[in-house]
């Protein structure tokens, strides 16, 4: 099962306020919002989760891709955790939502927001470059 960082590209229709776990409220802007993570139990496994429409909220995404649509995903495998710096490579070019999926890391954010798709998708293949990986996109799990 390959392991690896991936990035999974959401979209969010209009402006809306998510109860985000232990970050309370929290003001999403319409747009599109890139999440990086790791998978080194399986990418399949973990990215195919996120996509699931019916699961338990564990992780910051759950709360979001309760009322945002996954339009996209991009992988990379890997042996070596990279998502803290592709998250790294990311915030250097967009905003973020402070605090979203970085509570086990150093990272400002894991979340990432553009309203234009097709920059936040150079951003993340360009990211994901600069760290050593090549990515793969449109792969299919779940």
């Known amino acids: 099962m390959p392991r690896g960082t991936y990035v999974l590209l959401t979209h969010v229709p209009y402006d809306l306020v998510i109860s985000v776990g232990e970050l309370g409220n929290l ?8 999440y990086v ?7 399949e496994a973990r990215v195919g989760r996120h996509l699931r429409r019916k699961k338990l909220a564990r992780w910051h995404i759950d709360y979001l891709l309760a009322r945002a649509r996954a339009v996209d995903v991009v992988v990379a495998e890997s042996e070596e955790r ?6 790294g490579e990311l ?6 939502i402070r605090g979203f999926g970085s509570s086990d890391c150093k990272c400002e954010s894991h979340l990432f927001y553009s309203p ?5 998708l ?7 470059k600069a760290c050593g990986l090549k990515p793969k996109k449109g792969v299919r799990y779940g």
Do not use: H, I
């Open 27 to 34: 003001s999403f802007k319409a747009g599109y919002y890139a």
């Open 82 to 87: 990279k998502e803290c710096a592709v998250a």
């Open 122 to 128: 150079r951003q993340v293949l360009l990211g994901f």
């Open 37 to 43: 993570g790791s998978a080194l139990g399986g990418l």
């Open 116 to 120: 234009d798709p097709r920059e936040l």
């Open 91 to 96: 915030a250097k070019n967009l905003s973020s």
